[in-house]
């Protein structure tokens, strides 16, 4: 079966519903198309997605059709203890 059928059989997936074992699931298929996956066309076609991430990210920020952007890890804190919201503006 295909890397999705595998993952759901291992972390026994029963229904959409399942969300604790899709997420599981999802994480591990994630996991095997960026390490073990190929660029299936375009430009990168035959190229391990690995490598081709890094080059299609540089593409697209000299095209100006993307920019750096990172979201927090957790919940932001200020000095004082207070929860900080953060919105990208």
């Known amino acids: 079966g295909t890397p999705a059928e595998e993952a759901c059989l291992e972390f026994k997936v029963t229904s959409q519903n399942d969300r604790p074992?899709?997420?599981?699931?999802?994480?591990?298929?994630?996991?095997?198309?960026?390490?073990?996956?190929?660029?299936?066309?375009?430009?990168?076609?035959?190229?391990?997605?690995?490598?081709?991430?890094?080059?299609?990210?540089?593409?697209?920020?000299?095209?100006?059709l993307a920019y750096k952007y990172a979201e927090p890890d957790g919940p932001v804190v200020s000095r004082s203890g207070s929860e900080c919201v953060v919105a990208l503006t």
């Open 21 to 64: 074992a899709l997420a599981l699931a999802k994480a591990k298929c994630y996991k095997h198309g960026f390490y073990e996956g190929t660029m299936r066309g375009g430009e990168w076609a035959g190229m391990p997605v690995q490598e081709a991430r890094a080059l299609i990210r540089a593409r697209l920020m000299e095209e100006g």
